[in-house]
């Protein structure tokens, strides 16, 4: 079977995921005051990953990425929930958010939520989602 | 504050996802939705013991105070409502240990059962409207899922209709949101009785009210059942069960709540069209259920007829309707469970669901028999067992709100419900024996428990009745009287 000539393809492919990848977790940061979140950081996320999918065929990603995507919004819903439940344990009503200002090297003060754990479970919850769902129409069985 | 509310619906959801991690070790799916389920009984014990002494239970999500945060509430309609839930779902998952097969159980069905809890639970503890469809969602999703697990023909086909149609009636819920938000400004069930008490039900307001009336007559098989019969013969037996016993009791909750806390300015407008819905219901249904000769379909027009008997309590907004409705709807919930669970076991016994096929069941099977005898009799509300004070009061409660046709319709379609299940019987269980235990197709080994503890349970209510008629006075007094859940929800302070 002849190779495919897909040269230019993968060498853009192979900067632009950067980028999207860059952009994606700047998304999920910025997400605490200004529009983004974990919603959509993780949808950049997962944009990056199909590009590299639709690039390269689907084994050769998944030795590269060996993660089941279906564990992975399992874990990241058990992440959200527990950091509501994280509430409950000191005694404040469920989904309770706590934030501080700390002084951190390098970054100076810096403002810490406990937000940010919610939104990374949401991130994953996302991701692992929509992999899933893209996935199981891409593959042939 | 009240953390505990919140558990019914985190504990299956944790559950779930920790099975779905651990997908390939059945062992600890079947544990831990056990516990689960239990566990979120045992918590509804609690919480409608601390509705009984200190009133309705709330919970604002992240200390947001209403109406602006995610309010959750549990009065003790809700904590009843949970607590059957539960009950009926465990016994289902005991059925589906026994009979549900390994393929089904490692595609996801535990998690799945899990999460369709977790909706069903939410859909009663939420406070707002949007939380309202967001739970529904999840229940349904899932519950798309169910139906379709395993692929044979007739699921899928039958799941494609069930899809369309709740994706049909979840496009217009949000439409009707987006009006109403329109309108009032607020979601939140509380505020929003303040908000139309406030600004009177305006003709507007009323027909918002009748749209979502439809959507929840859609979800609760109320009128438009169309697509009950075939969706919920489809499914394995466990899995119609639960459908059948809690799927449409969500929508009829979500029926309650609306039109006795928020649009109850207007009865004679919107509980009279309710009141003829629940007839037109009654006889579609109990014609479907006489007239068929196939265990499955009278057995799903049997969760018409009761549908559209629970609904004319509200239609009649008296203290005596509504008091059996809620009794209704609890015996409801455990003997649809009950029933269908007999007759998926009388189907998989004989290997066929028609009436004509089969026979004499009884001399192999006498508890089998005799316990699809006391369900038939207590779904026709025959004392002493549960079904009979719901009737009574019902039927008291139309008559005195001068609702003397459905009354009338009430009785007249539960007697040809018990024609319908007792044909079952007298197919079924009396005449010649020609299938011996040899040609059985399947076994009542290990199905029998669950059986056997919803048939005690609806025996029990019937006997019990005086018991939990502290609970339900209580539940009806918080759904007649509107403040008494607009001041637990602002705890004192008024609506802005």
Redesign the interface.
């Given at each position: 079977m002849k190779e495919p000539n897909d040269i230019i393809l993968h060498a853009v492919i192979k900067v632009a995921v950067v980028i999207i990848l860059t952009f994606s977790i700047n998304l999920f940061f910025s997400g605490h005051h200004n529009p983004g979140g974990g919603f959509i950081g993780g949808l950049g996320f997962s944009a990056a990953l199909t590009l590299l999918f639709l690039a390269f065929d689907i084994e050769t990603v998944r030795q590269n990425i060996p993660v089941d995507f279906k564990v992975l919004t399992a874990i990241g819903v058990l992440i959200a929930v527990f950091t509501g439940v994280g509430g409950i344990v000191f005694g404040e009503p469920f989904l309770t958010q706590a934030f501080d200002y700390f002084d951190i090297p390098v970054f100076g003060k810096t403002e810490l939520a406990t937000a940010v754990l919610f939104d990374v479970g949401v991130a994953l919850a996302v991701i692992g989602t929509s992999m899933s769902i893209i996935l199981s129409i891409g593959d042939d069985h | 504050?009240n953390?505990l509310i919140?558990m019914p619906i985190?504990i299956p959801?944790?559950a779930g996802?920790?099975m779905?991690?651990f997908?390939r070790n059945l062992k600890l799916h079947k544990i831990l939705s056990l516990i689960a389920l239990s566990g979120s009984g045992i918590i509804a014990v609690k919480l409608m013991g601390e509705n009984k002494n200190d009133g309705i239970q709330t919970?604002?999500?992240?200390?947001w105070k209403p109406p602006f945060g995610v309010s959750m509430v549990a009065d003790m309609f809700s904590s009843m409502m949970l607590l059957i839930t539960s009950i009926v779902a465990v016994c289902c998952l005991l059925y589906a240990f026994r009979s549900i097969g390994e393929e089904r159980e490692s595609h996801y069905f535990y998690p799945l059962f899990l999460f369709l809890i977790t909706g069903v639970n939410g859909s009663f503890i939420t406070g707002d409207l949007f939380n309202l469809f967001v739970c529904f969602e999840v229940m349904l999703i899932s519950s798309y899922v169910l139906i379709s697990l395993g692929g044979t023909k007739v699921q899928l086909r039958e799941s494609i209709k069930y899809v369309l149609t709740n994706i049909i009636s979840s496009f217009l819920f949000l439409v009707a949101i987006a009006y109403i938000y329109a309108i009032t400004g607020t979601l939140n069930f509380a505020h929003l009785s303040v908000r139309v008490a406030e600004t009177g039900q305006s003709g507007l307001l009323t027909i918002i009210s009748i749209l979502l009336l439809v959507i929840f007559s859609l979800k609760a098989a109320l009128f438009l059942f169309f697509w009950l019969p075939g969706s919920y013969s489809a499914p394995p037996t466990a899995v119609a069960a639960v459908f059948a016993a809690l799927l449409t009791k969500v929508g009829i909750y979500a029926i309650f709540r609306l039109f006795t806390l928020v649009f109850y300015h207007e009865p004679k407008v919107t509980h009279l069209l309710i009141g003829i819905l629940g007839a037109a219901t009654m006889i579609l249904g109990a014609i479907g259920a006489v007239a068929h000769w196939d265990i499955k379909n009278i057995l799903a027009y049997n969760v018409i007829i009761g549908v559209g008997f629970i609904i004319a309590g509200l239609a009649s907004f008296s203290i005596e309707g509504l008091t059996g409705s809620v009794y209704y709807m609890i015996h409801d919930i455990i003997v649809k469970a009950l029933i269908f669970l007999l007759g998926g076991t009388i189907i998989s016994l004989t290997g066929t669901g028609k009436l004509k096929d089969m026979s004499g069941l009884i001399r192999n099977h006498p508890y089998l028999g005799w316990m699809f005898f006391i369900a038939a009799l207590s779904l026709a509300g025959i004392p002493p067992l549960s079904g009979f004070l719901g009737k009574v009061f019902i039927t008291q409660g139309t008559f005195e709100a001068g609702y003397f046709w459905l009354g009338a319709i009430g009785l007249l379609t539960s007697l040809m419900a018990l024609y319908s299940v007792i044909k079952i019987f007298m197919n079924c269980f009396w005449g010649e024996t020609f299938l011996s235990e040899e040609m059985e197709s399947g076994t009542t080994k290990g199905v029998m428990f669950p059986i056997a503890c919803l048939s005690l349970l609806t025996i029990l209510l019937g006997l019990g009745a005086e018991g939990i008629s502290a609970y339900t006075q209580l539940a009806v007094q918080t759904l007649m009287n509107p403040e008494i859940y607009i001041q637990a929800v602002f705890g004192g302070e008024t609506a802005p």
């Open positions: - | 504050m953390n919140i985190i959801l944790i996802m920790v779905v991690i997908r919970l604002h999500l992240g200390d």
